[in-house]
Nanobody, 115 residues
Framework: QVQLVESGGGLVQAGGSLRLSCEAS????????MGWYRQAPGKQRELVAR???????NYADSVKGRFSISRDNAKKTVYLQMNSLKPEDTGVYYC?????????WGQGTQVTVSS
């Protein structure tokens, strides 16, 4: 059984920074791609950033240059460094592990950016 547990969310003023962490427990191979998604109230869940097992990354256009995703395979942990936060970054951030047809999701962590 694989579980993803996020941490690091909270309330921050616009222009501030937060670092999210997601630790995987259970048997999850390192070749899984890991990613962060977010869902704002009344909106669909969207991809924020993703990192493959060999370190290839891609980002939503809205966060390029401000957010950075990284992973530590030995610790089974993926991070999302968020800088220059904007009110529109507010939402619940979900960690995802993906391989082929398989997806695992965390329970989500709230990020609120005040103006």
């Amino acid at each position: 059984q694989v579980q993803l547990v996020e941490s690091g969310g909270g309330l921050v003023q616009a222009g501030g920074s937060l670092r999210l962490s997601c630790e995987a427990s259970g048997s999850i191979p390192s070749f899984y791609a890991m990613g962060w998604y977010r869902q704002a109230p009344g909106k669909q869940r969207e991809l924020v950033a993703r990192i493959t097992s060999d370190g290839y990354t891609n980002y939503a256009d809205s966060v390029k240059g401000r957010f950075s995703i990284s992973r530590d395979n030995a610790k089974k942990t993926v991070y999302l460094q968020m800088n220059s936060l904007k009110p529109e970054d507010t939402g619940v951030y979900y960690c995802n592990a993906h391989y082929g047809p398989i997806d695992y999701w965390g329970q989500g962590t709230q990020v609120t950016v005040s103006s």
